[in-house]
């Protein structure tokens, strides 16, 4: 009886898990797609075959989706790669949107000795879209093994950096030294309102006064 109650539990935890990841799947295919990038790869010949898809959602999260063999196609029109073939293989992600694409090199014999490797994009953007993209796979431990024998399968993860505009820094004020004693110059004190329009005010009083003069003779002369 404990045996069947524990492969009873086992079950109904493996329907529940599996029904919340059919979910979390599910919300993020309704979600809106501003780009979706192919994915190429020339691992297994000197051809770059299509093996996926990377869709970039608003919520700023990324989907991959793998693409079956019969459905996948090959991208033409890729300059020779500098990197040599049997040191490296190179990845390729094409947008949809705008046809860029960006190249990623990476070195074969991380690859060896695994059945299964996790490979990570990571793809920088800003609001007017992607504009880096960086890609990392396997173990540089697996370079000390053997060879890459067989193609392994890849367990790929896809993450969206976005790029946030820090904070403006506040500079401060060079400082005024004098040359004479190379020592920082003391600021001036603030000027009162006389100390500075002095120079106004002088001559309206003059020309008050002595206008009050003139006028006090003419009614003297007048008497």
């Known amino acids: 009886m404990r045996g069947v109650r524990a492969v009873v539990i086992l079950a109904f935890l493996s329907t529940f898990l599996s029904s919340i990841v059919a979910a979390e799947l599910a919300e993020q295919i309704t979600i809106p797609t ?11 010949s000197r051809e ?20 079956a063999a019969k459905d996948s196609s090959k991208l033409v029109g890729v300059g020779e790669q500098a990197l040599s ?4 293989y190179t990845v390729v992600l094409r947008s949809q949107n705008s046809g860029a694409q960006y190249a990623l090199a990476a070195r074969r014999c991380r690859l060896n000795g695994e059945k299964k490797v ?7 953007e800003t609001d007017s879209g992607v504009f880096r993209v960086d890609y990392d796979a396997g173990k540089g431990s697996n370079c000390l093994k053997g060879s890459l024998d067989d193609v392994p399968t890849f367990v790929t993860k896809a993450l969206i950096k976005r790029r946030v505009q820090g904070p403006t820094p506040q500079l401060a004020v060079a400082a ?21 329009y002095w120079y106004y005010l002088v001559p309206l009083v003059l020309l008050l006064l002595l206008g009050g003069e003139e006028s006090q003779q003419e009614g003297n002369s007048r008497r």
């Open 48 to 67: 770059f075959v299509q093996r996926g898809e990377i869709r970039v959602l608003q919520n700023e999260t990324a989907l991959y989706q793998t693409i």
């Open 118 to 124: 996790d490979e990570t994009f990571v793809l920088h």
């Open 85 to 88: 073939a049997d040191q490296y």
């Open 176 to 196: 005024s030294i004098d040359a004479s004693t190379g020592k920082e110059k003391v600021p001036e004190p603030e000027k009162g309102f006389l100390a500075k």
């Open 34 to 44: 501003t780009d979706t990038f192919d994915v190429f790869h020339n691992l297994e």
